[in-house]
Nanobody, 119 residues
Framework: QVQLVESGGGLVQPGGSLRLSCAAS????????MGWYRQAPGKQRELVAGITSGGSTNYADSVKGRFSISRDNAKNTVYLQMNSLKPEDTAVYYC?????????????WGQGTQVTVSS
């Protein structure tokens, strides 16, 4: 099993910044794609940003230019730098990772970290 542990959430004023971290640990074979999703109350979970093991990234249109995803492959850790935060960014943010096993890919989720943007 692989565990994903997120950190860095909290309360921030509009226009502020936060940096989320997610570290994978446990019986890891090879972490491939990693990403961040979010879910606001009453809404579906949505992709915020993703990054491949090679460093290719993709972002939701709503966060392009404000958020930046990066990773440290040696530490199996993914980061999400969030700048110019807006109230509509308020959500529970979840880390996601694919572990490439000899018999196939297995997907994992973190427990989530709350981000609240409010004055």
């Amino acid at each position: 099993q692989v565990q994903l542990v997120e950190s860095g959430g909290g309360l921030v004023q509009p226009g502020g910044s936060l940096r989320l971290s997610c570290a994978a640990s446990g019986s890891i074979f090879s972490i491939n794609a990693m990403g961040w999703y979010r879910q606001a109350p009453g809404k579906q979970r949505e992709l915020v940003a993703g990054i491949t093991s090679g460093g290719s990234t993709n972002y939701a249109d709503s966060v392009k230019g404000r958020f930046s995803i990066s990773r440290d492959n040696a530490k199996n850790t993914v980061y999400l730098q969030m700048n110019s935060l807006k109230p509509e960014d308020t959500a529970v943010y979840y880390c996601n990772a694919d572990d490439a096993r000899p018999w196939g890919m297995k997907n994992y989720w973190g427990q989530g970290t709350q981000v609240t943007v409010s004055s």
